[in-house]
């Protein structure tokens, strides 16, 4: 199936903190799982990718796991600020496919100072 | 700066009328897209592109249409335009499948 389950819908957390997004997908031939982060009033930008041969990527305070049996990967910010709230959609897709990224629904997080 | 440009920025249409959202891109991407943004529905592919001269249906594709005479431009045509298509809309382009997306700035559309 072609669906992308993104959870939560809303995250509020405190400055330092680390918010956890998580999002699980049923087409086991997806193979590219990107997330965006979007500001208010501004379209999605990339923030990070995976491709299902690694467990883990990190990028700066960002990291992705993923776990291929699970069919599940997850967002994690680390020593999350205020200038990280914003909308942050998970996606995925298959290389060799027409069929485009699929989005999850999206979580709104709130970093409070 | 390389990127998509989208134009409105915003619009409001009376119902029943035509409209065109356009969308130029720099980047010389193959691949473009337009997406529909609504609360919490996500976003939803209405067309697609992988290359100039070749369309296809998204997920909502009912009362869009769209062409791509050339790589740089995709614009969305809304024929008779419905209050249900009050969106934001999102036009998207990426270097081929598998890849990841720019996005623009979004035009938001209210049908009234």
């Known amino acids: 199936q072609q669906q992308v389950k993104q959870s939560p819908q809303s995250l509020i957390v405190q400055k330092g903190g680390i918010p956890i997004i998580n999002c699980a997908y049923e087409n086991t031939a997806f193979d590219y799982f990107p997330w965006y982060q979007q500001f208010p009033g501004k379209g999605p930008a990339l923030l990070i990718a995976i491709r299902p041969d690694v467990s883990e990527k990190k990028e700066g305070r960002f990291t992705i796991s993923f776990n291929k049996s699970a069919k599940q990967f997850s967002l994690h910010i680390m020593d999350s600020q205020p200038g990280d709230s914003a909308t942050y959609f998970c996606?995925?897709?298959?290389?060799?496919?027409?069929?485009?990224?699929?989005f999850g629904k999206g979580t709104k997080l709130s970093v409070k100072p | 700066i390389a990127g998509i440009t989208q134009a409105p920025t915003s619009q409001i249409l009376a119902a029943g009328r035509r409209m065109t959202l356009r969308c130029t891109q720099d980047m010389r991407h193959n691949a473009m897209y337009w997406y529909r943004q609504d609360l919490g529905l996500g976003l939803r592919l209405i067309h697609y592109?992988?290359?100039?001269?070749t369309t296809g249906k998204g997920e909502v594709p009912d009362g869009y249409s769209v062409s791509r005479a050339n790589t740089d431009d995709f614009p969305l045509t809304l024929a008779s335009a419905v209050p249900s298509q009050t969106s934001v809309y999102f036009c998207?382009?990426?270097?081929?499948w598998g890849t990841g997306y720019t996005f623009g700035s979004g035009t938001r559309l209210t049908v009234v």
């Open positions: 998207a382009s990426s270097e081929g």
């Open positions: 996606a995925a897709s298959r290389r060799r496919s027409q069929g485009n990224l699929i």
């Open positions: 592109s992988n290359t100039a001269g």
